[in-house]
């Protein structure tokens, strides 16, 4: 099936670019380009076909006369329109101190740098995001983990805990895993975690994580 993504970025050597790449990594696509973020909420709100994907940058230069003047404010609009549309943000500026409220606001579903000569995550994330999965490039997974970690007071043993856990079934299995703790310093420790991230059972402590971008 034919699927229809918009690019959003303002360099059009970038956009080209990326529209070639993409309509030679997959043919079947249909590509819209917007080189600002009015004309893409305009494509977005009144497409000639279902648009699918979103591929965002999220600085524009010079446009401080647009109702619309940057990616971060097309992903306002949409959510205060309550339109939801699968966003990946494609940008060379890879600051948590950036991006962090951004993830925590709009939940895109993929974060990826900006690389002119190497598509492949890209690629990558376009597929994981139309198969309804999430992909963010390593770099932020990293800052992301890094920054939960602190936040929650989380060791190598939370870690292992959280790698495990989709394996289990019930406490005795704990036994055949490389946890270093007994199941009763496992449960607290998931009980902690629970409390942490506001979730009531394993299941939606691993959705959370994954959410968070702490695991995939």
């Avoid at 647009?66 to 339109?83: F, S, V, W």
């Avoid at 790698?163 to 055949?176: E, G, H, M, S, V």
Wanted: proline share 5%; hydrophobic share 40%.
């Amino acid at each position: 099936m034919e699927k229809h993504l918009l690019l959003v970025d303002d360099q059009p050597d970038i956009l080209d670019s990326l529209e070639a790449k993409i309509n030679e990594r997959f043919p079947d696509f249909r590509v819209t380009k917007a080189f600002d973020c009015d004309h893409a909420f305009s494509t977005i709100i009144h497409p000639s076909q279902k648009i699918d994907l979103l591929i965002l940058d999220l600085e524009f230069l010079n446009n401080t006369n647009k109702r619309i003047p940057n990616g971060k404010a097309l992903m306002n609009t949409l959510k205060e329109k309550d339109i939801t549309l699968p966003t990946i943000i494609y940008t060379a500026d890879l600051s948590l101190l950036k991006l962090h409220p951004i993830i925590q606001s709009h939940d895109p579903a993929g974060i990826v740098t900006k690389d002119h000569q190497n598509h492949k995550d890209l690629y990558f994330a376009i597929e994981k995001v139309l198969n309804g999965g999430k992909h963010y490039t390593d770099a932020i997974n990293r800052q992301l983990r890094r920054r939960i970690k602190i936040e929650h007071n989380m060791d190598a043993v939370d870690d292992l805990i959280i790698k495990y856990l989709p394996t289990i079934n019930t406490a005795a299995d704990w036994k055949d895993t490389p946890v270093p703790v007994s199941s009763k310093t496992i449960k607290a420790k998931l009980d902690r975690m629970y409390i942490d991230f506001d979730v009531v059972n394993d299941k939606q402590l691993l959705l959370k994580l994954m959410r968070l971008g702490y695991i995939e």
